[in-house]
Each structure stands twice: as C-alpha cells, then as structure tokens.
C-alpha cells in the first residue's frame, strides 16, 4: 500500500483501496475508469481485498486524479486522517505555509487548520500516506508539529462486516413469515393469517427497502454510470417480483412476494460470508504491522530521554532500546551493546551479538540484559518491515486466472440476461397484446437467471472440502486455495520449524576424560537456569532429570556464553572464543570430531572448569519424523521439492540430505524466497510454500499456495492461504489430496449451474416458467449444487482409509 517512486521516466505505482465494489462487473468498471485516466499504464483492480493497484507516469498524472476517477464511476477511495497541534496558526501566512506544506504529501487529499484550536487536518489516501512524512513537511517548511490524537485507526473490514451481518439479520426475521406463508400454502401447516396479503406486502417490503435496499441503490449508481453489474440483475429482478404483487395485492393476482424476498436474502448470505473473509484477509498486514511498537524513547543533546510516538521519530535521531523492547526502526547500534532476537527476518533462532556500528532492524527484540542507542537510519514505509508487509500485500493483490476468467464472464453475462428481459417482455407483449403476462415472463427470466446456483456452486463445495481437511488438520483459507491446491507440481519447503521442531535440542553429550556425561549436563543446566537464550532452553529441557547443581555467582557473557563459580574455579560454558578469553584450550583429540559437527551446521557448546575442558554439548534442531518418506512420497507423485532457508548453507545441506533433498538454497533473505518463487512460477510452475515464520511471509503470499504451519508465528499463519494444525510435514500431501477432490466436485457444480441457466431462461422466456415456478426452479438449482457437494463426504470415505490421503 505505497507509492513506489520511480527513477527518471520510469512508471509508478500505487494502491489504492476501493469502497463499493460488490461483483466482477465493478471491477472491470473501476478498472475502466482508472485506465482512461491520462498516464495510467495498467491498472489492476481485486475484488476480495478492494484494492486497485495502479501504474502510471507521475509527470502526467497524480493521486487526486484517481480518486475522482474512482469518484465519478460510482465509487470511493478510502481515506483516514490525523489531527496535528500546529504552534501559530492563528496566523493566516502560517496557517497558509501549513495547509501547502501538508498538501505537497504523496498521497494526501486534504489539510485543514483551525486557528481557534491551533489544529490541522490532514486527510490521506488509506494505506497511500503516512502521518510521518506529513510531519517531516511541516518541519521542512519551518513548523513545530506534533500528534494530538492517538492515531486509533477504524477496521473497515470489521466495521463492513457487522453491517452485513445486522442486514442478513433484519432480512431473515422478515422473510421467515413469507417461507411460513409458503408452507401453508404448499402443505396446509401453519395458521392462515400466515397468507394474508397484507401481512405478506408489509414482510416483503421490509425486506426490499431495508436490507434489499444496498442492491437497488448500488444498481442506480452503476446504470447511472453505464454498467451492468449482479446488483442490477438483482434489483431488477426483485423489484420487479414485488412491484407485480403490490399490484397483485390490490388486483387479488397471485403474489411472489416470498421469491423477491428469498432472492434478497440469499444473496445476503453470500455478502455476510464475502465480508467476513475479506476481513481476514488483512489480518496478516495488522500482525506484521503490530510488530512494531507504537511508541520509542528519543534521546536528546543532552542526553534527556523523551517518550514519542514511533511515527514521530525522523532519520538521525538517538532512541534508546530496554531490554525486552521491539526495536521500532531500522538504524545503527552507536553505544552499547545489544543481544537482538531477528528470527522475524531469517527465521532461525540464534539470538544475534550487536555492536557498534552494526544495524538492527524494527520488529525485532532485544533479548540482552543491558540497554543500547541506536541512530535512526530508515523510519515510516523505508524500514525492512515495511518492505515485507509491501511484499506480502502485492503479493495478496495479485489476480489468479480463473478471477480474470470470471470477471470476464460476468461482464458478458448479465448483459445478456437483461437484454433477454426486455426482449422477452417486448415480444410477448407485442405478438399477444397482453402485457401483465409480458410482465410475469420477464419477471420469471430475471429471478430464474439470479446466479444463487453458480454463486453457491463453489463455496458449498469448499465447505464440505475443507471441512474433510479440518478433520485432517489442514485449513482452507477459501475455494482459490483449494483451486491452487490442486495444480501444484512443486512444493517449496523452509527448514526450520518445517522440515525440521523448530527449536534446537541436546543432541548428544561429549565428555572428556572421565567426567560423566551426567556432570556435564548438570553444570550445565545450573549455568544455563537464569537464561531464556534458545541453547539454553535446549540445555535444561535435557537436563529435567538431572541431579541439580548450585553455581555460584553466575553472569552472562554476551554472544559468547556463561560463566560462574564452583569450589572456588571460573566455571565456562560457550562457544571457543568464551574458552579463549578465559585461557581455555581444547584438547585436539577432542577438538577434531566436534569441528566436523560444527561444519555440518550443528552447535557445539563447551564445558570448562578452571583450564580444563570437561566436555562438550552438540545442539541442533531435530528433522521432523515424518519429513523423509513425505518427500519421498511427493517425489513418487511427480511433485519437485526444494528447501529455501536463511540459515547457513552448512546446516541447510545437512538437514536436506537426511530428508532427500536434491535442490537447496540457503542463506536466503524473505525476498530471496519470494524472488526464488516468482522466478519459477515464471517457468510454468505451480508452487506450495510451506513455511512458519515471518520470515517467510513474502514467499507465502507469493506462491500459488503458502502453506503455513500453525506452530510458527500468526503471521505466517495469517498470510498463508492453508494453515497446516499438526506439526507433520505429511499434512503436504493431504492438503493436496483434498484440494484436488474439492477442485473436481467445484467442476461438477459449475457445470450444473451453467447447464441450469442454459435450460431454465429460455423456458422462462416463453412462458414454460410462470415467476413462482422460476423462484422454485432457482431453489431446486441450488439444492442440486448443495447435495452435489455433500457427495464429497462420501467420495472421500470411500477411500481404504484415511492414510490413503498421506
């Protein structure tokens, strides 16, 4: 959600997101309207995330003219604003220097001050602007800005959805009298008063100017703006249904009150589930984005440290980072000493030793026990952070073909059906003379045609799928994850966490001389008891049956290990140089074999009493018991696996030779993996990222289908589009198991939705159909697609058993 900006003559890129859009006729319309705008070169519009991502020629062009683009064909672009405290502004050439300053902002559409307050407005594209470069601005131009309000950001997504569900709501409570009406109507149960007209128009009507109002108000605006969505097929069918019964209420005709209403409130449904998941798909930006903290500690000239706002802070200032604080910004350490968790970045666990002059970036920790300063080197959307959740969110905007398809076919299809309509009501009218029947046939081919049966052809499907893949411990995000599912034919795979626990454990215990290994593990453990260092939560989960051990005086060497006292000697656990600093040598003999351990990617932890080395522990992270005949089992299955990891090539070539790995790549940063994953999607492959960390989101999101486990971080969890619940590498194959029997039931529906309006709208146009036999013949439709899908149950319970899935 930036504006990219570009080097000379080059074209630049912006997202924006769009407010209205309720079908793939929207979509092509904002597209549309977008692409007439001088200097735009493409512009690309998604429905589920409502969002349009647009490039074009900043020198012929700028931010304002989308939104009126956007504004002009019946849509909004999404805007938030701050409230800054400006000193002065009760001076107009302020006040003026202000409003110019804030406006010369990429992005910002309004600034407004008011002198009585000493306050200024600004209002900026959602996603597009940031609040800091606004402030930099008002600094540039001379100005004391600071943040008056909290900055507490409204959840659109949210907010969307509880309105959709108070509306599915209203229109059920409304619409269960005219299902009860039918009932008596149909099989004689229920009281009478049930079928009385009145009692039917108030329901009805409820229904089609409360909740059913959206769509006719939608489909105004789009015939106003020259475009035939699903909210005008709706409208026009609907309110045609009940126009013919208001007038049949005073004629004593036969009403169809119940199928205008039905039709509303089916659609509903979809519209209330639409916004649920639209919902989620923004969660994984707000995990990331929580990563960093809202507030940071300035450190001024005079060493007077000031609590602000995280977006307040500007390149070059002094923060001063406590222990267990997120580091808020990119920046260099300038005093002190920091010990810094980036899991977030390479997805290992080794805490990383940061001095001097070295970077730290924001979102990760500081896990040591001492404060450090750091100078701001990149803030705002220029930190490695916001270049991933930029990375995930291009990748999330990016149209899967069969969206591409569908938006074609909706263009064409409701069109066509209107133009049935009319013809159909101009022709019998015209050769028969008798227009009320004209009226009911077209009447009958708009609700006879309304998509319930194509709308419901794919979620039902998913819902049973994906229901058999809960059972199996695998989520589906939606239906286009089981479609990707589906076609995979590679399988990337990360190490750690993946193919491999996730945390490092004591792999075996090396004494030296006659130690026991059991004294070895004790020092150790009581060492290690004061540390959450990830070797020492390995050290002490091996030691738990361990004889205890008292160590005096124990402190921490920062990056290299631990020390203490015992009987009176300098006792040492750490890496070499910790024996070195201590005047430690390691015996060759020893030394030798554990060198070879090490450059196999594992970790060797050293004992030391006095000058003499007791032992040693060696510490890795355990392959996964199932990984090997996994990938033995995908390979059987033509499927290519490769390993992509930001660990060090020594570790990543060990653990893929064990599991059966031919292809590895290592010492990857998160855009390597989704650069990795572009470049071979390029060549025709379909790929499965299987991940668990942040890390690894870029690649999630980039791939046909991120697969996350749901032992890693929510962010993982959040982008991907199928979340594995076992921590079995295994869970591969069923998830692609199941995508594959899903994706095959999706086909049977459509082919039956498609095949059902092919049929039914002729019938319907010549009169075959009267509109109550077209709403039921629409119901039956969609009791076909829904049955169909329950098939699914059965198909796959046919199967010898379960493990015919792995």
């Not at 683009?69 to 302020?94: D, I, K, M, N």
């Not at 002198?115 to 594209?125: D, R, Y």
């Not at 030394?591 to 522990?617: I, K, N, S």
């Not at 049955?787 to 493990?803: C, E, H, Q």
């Amino acid at each position: 959600m930036t504006v990219r900006t570009p080097a000379p003559n080059q074209a630049a890129e912006i997202q924006l997101e769009i407010a209205g859009m309720t079908c793939a006729s929207c979509v092509a319309h904002v597209e549309k309207a977008l692409q007439k705008v001088p200097g735009v070169e493409t512009a690309n519009v998604n429905l589920a995330l409502e969002k349009a991502r647009v490039s074009f020629k900043p020198t012929e062009t700028g931010t304002a003219d989308f939104v009126l683009a956007v504004s002009q064909a019946g849509y909004a672009v999404r805007t938030e604003s701050r409230v800054l405290a400006v000193p002065g502004l009760e001076e107009a050439p302020v006040r003026d220097r202000a409003e110019r300053a804030a406006q010369t902002v990429a992005g910002v559409v309004r600034a407004h001050s008011n002198p009585a307050k000493g306050t200024l407005t600004v209002a900026w594209i959602r996603g597009v602007g940031e609040v800091g470069a606004v402030l930099d601005a008002l600094r540039q131009a001379g100005l004391s800005p600071s943040l008056l309000d909290d900055g507490a950001v409204v959840d659109v997504r949210a907010q969307e959805a509880r309105e959709a569900q108070r509306r599915l709501a209203l229109s059920v409570l409304f619409t269960l009298p005219l299902w009860a009406a039918m009932g008596r109507m149909f099989f004689g149960v229920g009281p009478l008063w049930f079928t009385n007209p009145w009692m039917q128009f108030v329901s009805a009507t409820v229904v089609q100017w409360g909740p059913g109002y959206s769509f006719t108000r939608r489909a105004w605006l789009n015939v106003r703006h020259g475009n035939a969505n699903m909210d005008v097929l709706v409208a026009a069918g609907t309110l045609a249904a009940w126009g013919v019964s208001v007038y049949g209420v005073f004629a004593h005709a036969p009403l169809y009150f119940d199928t205008a209403a039905t039709v509303i409130t089916l659609i509903l449904v979809g519209k209330y589930l639409e916004a649920v998941a639209k919902g989620k798909t923004s969660e994984a930006i707000r995990q990331l984005l929580a990563l960093r903290p809202k507030t940071t500690r300035v450190v001024g000239p005079t060493g007077h440290v000031t609590e602000v706002s995280v977006e307040a802070v500007t390149v070059g200032q002094i923060l001063e980072i406590r222990p267990g604080d997120h580091i808020p910004v990119d920046g260099q350490v300038v005093r002190g000493q920091g010990l810094v968790d980036e899991s977030m970045l390479t997805g290992e666990p080794d805490l990383q030793t940061k001095t001097a002059a070295q970077t730290v970036s924001a979102g990760t920790v500081h896990r040591g026990d001492r404060a450090f300063q750091m100078a701001a080197t990149r803030v705002g959307r220029d930190t490695v952070l916001a270049h991933i959740v930029d990375a995930v969110e291009e990748a999330q905007a990016a149209k899967a073909p069969i969206q591409q398809f569908a938006d074609r076919v909706a263009n064409v299809f409701v069109p066509i059906v209107l133009g049935i309509a009319v013809v159909t009501f101009v022709g019998t009218g015209v050769v028969t003379g008798d227009y009320r029947a004209a009226l009911l046939r077209a009447v009958a081919v708009l609700v006879v045609a309304c998509p319930c049966s194509l709308g419901l052809a794919t979620p039902t499907a998913v819902m049973v799928g994906s229901g058999i893949g809960a059972r199996l411990g695998v989520l589906f995000r939606n239906g286009e994850a089981l479609e990707r599912v589906a076609k995979v034919d590679m399988v990337a795979l990360d190490k750690t966490g993946t193919i491999t626990e996730g945390h490092p454990d004591v792999e075996r215990i090396v004494p030296h001389g006659t130690v026991p290994e059991a004294r070895v593990l004790g020092m150790a453990a009581a060492l290690e008891r004061s540390s959450s260092h990830p070797l020492a939560r390995a050290i002490l989960r091996a030691a738990e049956a361990a004889e205890p051990m008292e160590i005096e005086d124990v402190y921490m060497e920062e990056g290299q290990g631990m020390v203490g006292f015992l009987d009176g000697e300098t006792v040492v656990l750490g890496n070499g140089k910790l024996l070195a600093a201590y005047g430690v040598s390691v015996p060759e003999a020893l030394a030798t074999p554990l060198e070879a351990e090490a450059q196999a990617g594992r970790t060797v932890v050293w004992l030391a009493q006095h000058d003499t080395v007791l032992g040693a522990l060696v510490i890795a992270d355990r392959i996964r018991a199932d990984a090997r005949t996994t990938i033995a089992a995908l390979a059987a299955r033509g499927i290519r696996t490769v390993m992509l990891t930001g660990d060090r090539r020594a570790t990543a070539e060990r653990v893929a030779h064990e599991v059966g790995i031919a292809d590895v790549r290592a010492e990857l940063s998160p855009h390597d993996k989704a650069a990795f994953i572009a470049s071979a999607e390029a060549k025709g492959r379909s790929v499965a990222m299987v991940g668990d960390g942040i890390n690894d989101a870029p690649a999630l999101a980039r791939a046909s289908v991120g697969m996350a486990v749901a032992s890693g971080s929510d962010v993982a969890t959040e982008t991907a589009e199928v979340t594995l619940m076992r921590s079995e590498v295994g869970a591969v194959l069923q998830a692609l198991a199941v995508g594959q029997k899903t994706i095959g039931k999706v086909r049977q529906n459509l082919f039956w939705a498609l095949f059902y309006n092919v049929l039914m709208i002729p019938l319907a146009a010549f009169g075959v159909l009267s509109p109550m036999i077209a709403g039921a013949a629409m119901a039956f439709s969609s009791v076909t697609v829904v049955t169909n899908s329950l098939l699914l149950n059965w198909t796959l319970r046919r199967m010898a058993s379960w493990n015919a899935l792995r």
